[in-house]
């Protein structure tokens, strides 16, 4: 029994130790947050929006305009679609 209440004792005190380093961490960083000047402030966020760009262009690259096809290349497609529409129709 008295191993017990020790025991709850010891749990409840480190608790409260970790919720207390925690509140003072959180206090440093909205301090932190706080020196930032505006310029700084845009800075990151065009930093930020320039990665997103980048990211973008690698994942699509740009569409090229297809070449027009020559007189010959037109005529030889033609053909080949018009012999697989036969071919279809038998």
Avoid: C, F
């Amino acid at each position: 029994m008295v191993l017990r209440l020790a025991l709850a004792l010891v749990l409840s005190l480190n608790a409260l130790g970790a919720h207390a380093q925690w509140g003072r961490d959180a206090g440093k960083r909205h301090e932190r947050d706080r020196q930032m000047s505006q310029e700084e402030r845009q800075r990151m966020r065009e930093d930020v929006r320039e990665a997103y760009r980048d990211r973008e262009r690698q994942e699509r690259p740009q569409k090229t305009r297809p070449q027009q096809m020559s007189p010959e290349e037109r005529g030889k497609l033609r053909r080949d679609i018009e012999d697989a529409n036969r071919s279809l129709k038998r």
